[in-house]
């Protein structure tokens, strides 16, 4: 046999002595004690995501599918997230309460999905049924719970994954102004921060090394779950924002909406333990994806298409010309009087014979704007009114009107959902005065409001619940109550065929001072 080389003898004997000492130090560890661990993951944030289409640049199902499918495909642990708000209000969701969205997103399913309060626009029952078909494998919401205090069938409060010995929880928490914002029925929401930050705890003493909440929760809360110091990183959503922070300790990231932006978080952690204690250390670098950059997926882009064919036939009918131009931005139509808001308003007292109807601003979903001269269809009518809401006739008095306006009016500034938009009355508003006291003088039908008397209001049926706060309704006589009544935008459907022309303009109904 051929001897070694000089030079290959010292290499073995250096391999040797390094196996040697190698064995030594893994003899000398106490038993039990964790070695050091490395783990590389990546989160990809999405949340609020209603429209099927997008627009013609960015955003809509099949450019978020060609995203997740991209970044799935680099290998790696790579956990797809959804922050919630999606089975409404898309444009077919008034027709089959969201089924159609849970088929969309189950070719490409998030690995973890929370509820945002749009997933109760249809009741409890058909929130259980959208959940049960979603196949995402965590689905999370740690402050929901059935009537009897049980979990909702199929979800957990948190999970816990290990990747290369480092154990990451995930807690998930859902809107918790959801009774007030949608229609939950009879399940039961405990408070977000409170419950995120309990489980959190949970995890943090069985071991779990990294904490990440998902949550659909408002900038207020965002910015308090942050201070709490409870969690490592923050996936966000409800707001629309497009939001990143990072103050050394925790990480928060919102993706703004409609998949326009998809958020991914790489992160490295590290955890050894040292002298008997955990040590972990994490760094995050943040990538923004633009989704106009990508090629919608085929196959999501195939079943898009299908939806869009099945809306055209039904939608794309022309009911009347717009002689003005209509604006349904949420920030005109969230601060102040909106012709478009007038429309609405309008179809609905037509419809009922109320004395005065009142709409909420944030049920206006459209977020466009509309030129003179421009053809107004069935389709424009349902991009407005997504929700399916159903237009109430309730007696009450002058009184119950006053508290509903100076509700409406309670978040000026803010963007409130609330923000009433009327038909029948003007009034007019001192913003200077605090909050239920700002309404200086209401006029119906031109004479000033009688507090005592008893007038005809049509309202929709989310706040004939309580929605926005218009708790004030709750206990009206119904005179056409939402068993018989009809479908919101088909009253307005009807309203703008039966007049062939959209004139409604800024008229001087609120007058905000």
């Known amino acids: 046999?051929?001897?070694?080389?000089?030079?290959?003898?010292?290499?073995?004997?250096?391999?040797?002595?390094?196996?040697?000492?190698?064995?030594?130090?893994?003899?000398?560890?106490?038993?039990?004690?964790?070695?050091?661990?490395?783990?590389?993951?990546?989160?990809?944030?999405?949340?609020?995501?209603?429209?099927?289409?997008?627009?013609?640049?960015?955003?809509?199902?099949?450019?978020?599918?060609?995203?997740?499918?991209?970044?799935?495909?680099?290998?790696?642990?790579?956990?797809?997230?959804?922050?919630?708000?999606?089975?409404?209000?898309?444009?077919?969701?008034?027709?089959?309460?969201?089924?159609?969205?849970?088929?969309?997103?189950?070719?490409?399913?998030?690995?973890?999905?929370?509820?945002?309060?749009?997933?109760?626009d249809f009741g409890p029952q058909v929130f259980r049924e959208r959940m049960a078909a979603l196949k995402s494998p965590h689905k999370l919401a740690a402050n929901l719970r059935e009537p009897n205090g049980e979990p909702v069938a199929g979800f957990k409060d948190s999970s816990v994954i290990e990747v290369d010995g480092v154990k990451i929880g995930i807690v998930g928490v859902t809107a918790d102004d959801s009774p007030n914002k949608s229609s939950p029925g009879d399940l039961k929401f405990t408070d977000l921060i409170r419950t995120a930050t309990a489980e959190a705890r949970k995890l943090k003493s069985g071991g779990v090394d990294f904490v990440v909440l998902v949550a659909h929760a408002n900038r207020v809360q965002d910015f308090a779950l942050i201070q709490s110091g409870a969690f490592d990183l923050i996936l966000s959503g409800d707001d629309h924002d497009l939001a990143l922070m990072f103050d050394g300790r925790t990480a928060m990231v919102e993706s703004k909406e409609e998949g326009e932006y998809v958020t991914a978080v790489d992160l490295t952690i590290n955890a050894e333990d040292r002298g008997g204690r955990r040590t972990v250390t994490w760094w995050p670098n943040f990538r923004i994806m633009d989704s106009a950059t990508v090629a919608p997926d085929p196959e999501t882009e195939a079943r898009v298409e299908t939806y869009r064919k099945e809306l055209s036939r039904e939608l794309d009918v022309e009911i009347a010309k717009l002689a003005v131009p209509l604006d349904s931005r949420s920030t005109t139509v969230r601060t102040g009087e909106a012709a478009i808001g007038n429309l609405i308003a309008d179809g609905m007292r037509w419809a009922t014979g109320a004395d005065i109807a009142i709409t909420n601003g944030g049920g206006i979903r459209g977020n466009k704007q509309y030129v003179a001269g421009a053809p107004f269809s069935r389709r424009d009518v349902l991009v407005e009114l997504p929700f399916g809401n159903r237009t109430l006739l309730l007696a009450d008095t002058g009184d119950t009107i006053l508290a509903a306006l100076e509700n409406g009016l309670s978040q000026l500034g803010e963007t409130g959902g609330r923000f009433p938009q009327i038909s029948g009355a003007t009034v007019e508003v001192d913003k200077s005065k605090p909050v239920g006291s700002r309404v200086v003088s209401v006029k119906i039908g031109g004479e000033p409001l009688d507090p005592k008397k008893t007038y005809k209001i049509a309202i929709n049926d989310f706040m004939g619940r309580g929605g926005d706060n218009y708790r004030m309704f709750i206990k009206s006589k119904p005179l056409l109550g939402e068993r018989d009544s009809k479908l919101m935008a088909n009253d307005v459907m009807a309203y703008v065929k039966e007049r062939g022309t959209v004139d409604q303009t800024v008229q001087g109904r609120i007058v905000i001072k």
Not at 5 to 18: C, T
């Open 1 to 120: 046999m051929q001897l070694l080389s000089h030079r290959v003898r010292h290499a073995f004997a250096r391999a040797a002595a390094a196996l040697v000492v190698a064995g030594l130090v893994a003899a000398a560890l106490p038993a039990g004690l964790a070695r050091a661990a490395e783990a590389k993951l990546t989160f990809l944030l999405v949340n609020d995501i209603y429209k099927i289409d997008g627009d013609k640049k960015r955003g809509g199902f099949s450019r978020l599918a060609a995203i997740a499918r991209a970044e799935k495909a680099k290998g790696g642990t790579v956990v797809y997230v959804h922050g919630g708000d999606t089975i409404s209000p898309s444009l077919m969701s008034g027709f089959d309460r969201g089924a159609h969205i849970v088929e969309i997103l189950n070719i490409v399913p998030p690995d973890v999905f929370v509820p945002g309060n749009h997933e109760f």
